[in-house]
């Protein structure tokens, strides 16, 4: 009987990607497993079929020589492949390869590792997150912080080992100390984490009474931990070894550091540089004039304001932005005017502004053009 066409087999389009195969194989891979095809005696066959397709497809030579020669291309040597005679050996492949390439993640630890010798006789510590949130002064300038650390830390009653008096553990009758017992299921072979041992390999007859077998028990510490200038928020600062303690003498984790710059009340950060909004009056922006605004390491700038000036105009301070964290230049203060306008205007304020703007027709050139165009938009709404 003819073989069918590889695609087709795994349920894809000719030319799909590889994470398309992989998830075409899965799918059928979970159609035909053997717990769910019980009353299926062809489950086997096309399970094979699809390990078969997915062993040429996978692979970027022999998906090449498929596309172009078809099965051909596995029959009689063609295409210089990687069995005895040239072919590529399409037949039933490494069916453990290709099965392990993508059971692993639909169901978990059933395969484990092929040939696989030993258990995991000390689990290492899990990592930990701290976050720690930081004002923009201290992202500026850097600095030392002690923080306390809830976490699991070797118990020093049994030194880690988890056994009374740090007497060590023994090996775990039920998987002989490889952590994983095998059963039959279907037509393969899987292996499950041993019930007894929890995959450790070993067992604890007189667990420590301190820390109940564990070999770790909860603390708090506190840490030091150096922040360098130029932070940012969601900046990661890693302390090897400062996780929880390994489970049974095993290493312990890691800490990351999750750093959160707080908002300032005057700056607003954009990467390295620095943005700070500053009101100056209307006559300081009419006339022009000299500002003092404040910096970010605490000291003083002095800015020089063109007459005629207008809300949103932008200065720039260099240098006096953030340092940086990676390599790089430190970066700018960006100053943008905010021309404010008075209120509470006394009698005479108000006279003198009258008398201004019957004065300053001619001198506002936004509103001159503004107003020129809106009359001819209505003339051009009339006709």
Request: hydrophobic share 30%; with cysteine; charged share 25%.
């Amino acid at each position: 009987m003819a073989k069918r066409d590889y695609y087709e087999v795994l349920g894809v389009a000719k030319g799909a990607s590889a994470d398309e195969i992989k998830k075409g194989f899965r799918t059928k891979a979970k159609e035909l497993h053997p717990d769910r095809n019980k009353d299926n005696p062809n489950a086997e066959a096309q399970f094979k079929e699809a390990n078969e397709a997915y062993e040429v497809l996978k692979d970027a030579d022999k998906k090449a020589a498929y596309d172009r020669y078809g099965h051909a291309a596995f029959e009689g040597g063609m295409g210089g492949g990687g069995r005895p005679g040239g072919g590529f050996g399409g037949g039933q492949g490494d069916f453990g390869s290709a099965f392990s390439d993508v059971f692993d993640d639909l169901f978990g630890d059933f395969m484990g590792q092929r040939g696989g010798g030993g258990g995991r006789r000390a689990a290492r510590g899990a990592d930990l997150r701290y976050n720690l949130r930081v004002t923009l002064e201290d992202a500026f300038s850097g600095l030392q912080k002690s923080i306390n650390v809830p976490t699991s830390v070797q118990c020093e009653s049994c030194s880690g080992s988890g056994a009374e008096g740090g007497a060590e553990p023994t090996t775990c009758p039920t998987c002989s100390g490889m952590g994983k017992v095998r059963a039959q299921q279907g037509f393969f072979t899987v292996e499950r984490t041993c019930p007894t041992c929890s995959g450790m390999g070993q067992i604890v007859k007189n667990p420590c009474k301190t820390c109940r077998g564990a070999g770790r028990t909860e603390k708090e510490r506190s840490l030091s931990v150096n922040i360098p200038a130029g932070v940012e928020t969601g900046t990661r600062i890693r302390l090897a070894g400062e996780g929880e303690a390994g489970m049974r003498g095993g290493p312990s984790g890691d800490l990351y550091i999750f750093i959160d710059v707080a908002e300032h009340e005057l700056f607003d950060r954009d990467g390295p540089n620095l943005f700070c909004r500053v009101p100056v009056s209307m006559s300081t922006a009419a006339l022009g004039g000299n500002i003092e605004v404040p910096t970010i390491d605490g000291g003083r700038g002095r800015v020089q304001i063109p007459a005629g000036s207008q809300s949103g105009r932008q200065m720039r301070l260099r240098g006096k932005g953030m340092p940086p964290l990676r390599g790089g230049g430190v970066g700018d203060m960006i100053i943008e005017l905010a021309v404010e306008t008075p209120v509470n205007l006394t009698s005479r304020q108000k006279e003198l502004l009258k008398e201004f703007e019957d004065l300053s027709s001619e001198n506002n050139p936004e509103s001159k053009n503004f107003f020129s165009s809106v009359k001819s938009f209505w003339d051009s709404m009339k006709s």
